[in-house]
């Protein structure tokens, strides 16, 4: 692999990383603020078992909006966009509109989201759904998701920074070139 690639796939997983663990916090953290804040309603409510289970699945799904709003909101600010310093180069991090047109904080975030997650969601579906029909062994199955999550993320975001499709790119410039 030479030093051209070793770069790219550099920046893939640091910016992968910068979005993962956000995203991972805030579900870890939401996930269990739900759970408690579900068992405290049902226990504080004399609710049939139909009811308990609505209960349940509206507030899966709020939980499921606040992390759709979040994973796109995480894009609207510097987060992830801020430069990188990688074996001692740094590296300018910007979203730009393929016209050269500026773009709106909401536009930025929504093209960001877009651009990775399809790629993502795609891919693990895909790959998902082969090693399940490979396997009945439920354990193992559950022992592959996070390492394939991991690569299957550090691709999708290498995939949608060199080789961009639509209107928004993210464009990448080291410190000399600026």
């Known amino acids: ?5 070793k770069l790219d796939l550099d920046v893939s ?3 992968f990383w910068r979005y993962f663990w956000r995203m991972a916090l805030f579900t870890l953290f939401g996930a269990v603020i739900l759970n408690e804040t579900t ?8 609710y049939t078992k ?3 289970l609505m209960t349940v699945h ?3 799904l709020i939980f499921l909006l606040l992390l759709l709003f979040y994973g796109i909101g995480i894009w609207a600010g510097k987060l992830i966009t801020r430069p990188l310093k990688i074996r001692g180069e740094i590296i300018q ?5 393929k016209n050269g047109q500026p773009l709106s904080i909401l536009h930025k975030a929504l093209s960001c989201w877009w651009g ?4 993502n969601s795609l891919l693990f579906v895909l790959l998902a759904m082969l090693i399940s029909s490979a396997s009945s062994d439920a354990m193992a199955l559950g022992l592959l ?11 999708s975001m290498w995939w949608w920074i060199f080789h961009p499709l639509g209107g928004v790119h993210l464009v990448l410039q080291k410190e000399s070139s600026l």
Do not use: C, D, E, K
């Open 50 to 52: 139909v009811q308990a």
């Open 116 to 119: 990775f997650n399809w790629r």
């Open 58 to 60: 509206i507030g899966t």
């Open 93 to 97: 991090v910007s979203v730009v509109r």
């Open 39 to 46: 068992h405290w309603w049902l226990s504080h409510h004399h």
């Open 145 to 155: 998701y996070l390492p394939m999550m991991f690569a299957i993320g550090i691709f």
């Open 1 to 5: 692999m030479n030093a051209h690639w």
């Open 13 to 15: 997983m640091i910016i």
